[in-house]
C-alpha cells in the first residue's frame, strides 16, 4: 500500500494533469457544441502554439509567458480562416471531422519539416522547479497551466451565459432558423467562437511547452483522452471539460500509484463507456 504523501502527491498531480486537459479541452468542447464542428486540428494548433513558445524562447530569448501575449491572437486569426472555409464550402459535422483529421497530418508535417522529428525541451529557468508545502511539491508551471485553465473556463461560461453575444451562440446552437429570425448573425458569432477556440489553443500550447517534452507526434497521444474529457463533462459547457479533466487526471494518477503506468489509460475510456452506455445523449 502507498504511502499518505505518495496517494497526496499522486492526487495533487492529477489537478495539474487535469487542468491541462480541460485547457486543451475547452476549444474543442465549444465549436462541437455549439457550431457542431470536430476540430481535430486543434490538438496540432496547441502542438504548434508549443513550438512557437519554445522558438521565441530559445532563438530570441523571450519569456515563454510571451508567447501567451503573441502566439493567441495569431491563432485566432488561423480560427477565423479556418470557419470561412468551412462556411464556403458548406463542410458538415462528420466532414469537419475527415477535414480537420487532414489539417492535423498537414501541421505535423509541418513541425517535423521546421522542427525536425527530434525531441525538444525547453528549460525556462524562471518557471523551473517548485514549491515545498509540507511533504508536497508544487510545480510552478503547472499550477500556473490549472490557474489559467480555471480562468479562462470561469470567463467563458460567464460570456456564454450573460453577454448578449453568449446567448446569441447558444441560440443558435439550440435553432439557428429561429436565432436569425430574431437578427442573430450566426455567421460573424461562428467566426468569432472559432478564433477564439484557435487562441485557447495556443494558450495550451504555451504551458505544453513548458511541461512536456515535444515531439510532433506526440499530438495523437492527447486527442483520446481529451475527447474523453469533453464529452464528459458535456459539449458547448465551457467548465465541463475542466471538471471531468480534474476527474479523470485523478484517478489515472491514483490508478498509476495503487496499481502500475499501464493501467492508467484505461480510467479515462472506461469512463466515458459508462456514460455513454447510460447517457447516449451527450453526443
Known amino acids: ?6 496517494l497526496a502527491q499522486s492526487v495533487l498531480s492529477g489537478l495539474f494533469i487535469g487542468g491541462l486537459y480541460g485547457l486543451l479541452g475547452l476549444g474543442l468542447s465549444l465549436s462541437w457544441g455549439l457550431l457542431r464542428l470536430i476540430n481535430l486540428a486543434h490538438f496540432a494548433l496547441a502542438f504548434l502554439g ?29 480560427g477565423v480562416l479556418g470557419q470561412l472555409l468551412f462556411t464556403r464550402f458548406g463542410v458538415t459535422q462528420f466532414g469537419s471531422l475527415l477535414v480537420t483529421f487532414g489539417l492535423t497530418v498537414m501541421i505535423e508535417s509541418l513541425i517535423q519539416w521546421v522542427w525536425t522529428a527530434d525531441y525538444r ?55 439557428a432558423e429561429i436565432a436569425a429570425a430574431f437578427g442573430v448573425n450566426r455567421r460573424r458569432l461562428a467566426l468569432l467562437l472559432s478564433g477564439l477556440g484557435a487562441a485557447f489553443a ?56 495503487l496499481t502500475a503506468p499501464a493501467w492508467a489509460p484505461l480510467v479515462s475510456f472506461s469512463l466515458l463507456i459508462v456514460v455513454l452506455l447510460l447517457r447516449p445523449d451527450r453526443v
Do not use: H
Open 202 to 257: 495556443g494558450v495550451a500550447g504555451a504551458f505544453l511547452a513548458l511541461i512536456y517534452t515535444l515531439a510532433p507526434t506526440q499530438i495523437y497521444a492527447w486527442i483520446g483522452v481529451v475527447f474523453a474529457a469533453v464529452i464528459l463533462g458535456g459539449l458547448g459547457n465551457p467548465l465541463g471539460p475542466l471538471v471531468a479533466g480534474v476527474v479523470i487526471g485523478v484517478t489515472e494518477a491514483l490508478t498509476m500509484a
Open 50 to 78: 508549443a513550438y512557437l513558445t519554445y522558438t521565441l524562447s530559445t532563438a530570441f530569448g523571450l519569456d515563454p509567458l510571451w508567447s501567451l501575449v503573441l502566439v493567441p491572437p495569431a491563432f485566432f486569426g488561423l
Open 1 to 6: 500500500m502507498p504511502s499518505f504523501t505518495l
Open 121 to 175: 525541451r525547453l528549460e525556462a529557468v524562471s518557471w523551473a522547479g517548485s514549491w515545498r508545502v509540507g511533504r508536497l511539491f508544487v510545480p510552478r508551471a503547472e499550477l500556473l497551466a490549472l490557474l489559467s485553465a480555471a480562468v479562462l473556463s470561469c470567463l467563458t461560461w460567464a460570456w456564454l451565459r450573460y453577454t448578449w453575444t453568449g446567448k446569441g451562440l447558444r441560440a443558435c446552437a439550440e435553432d
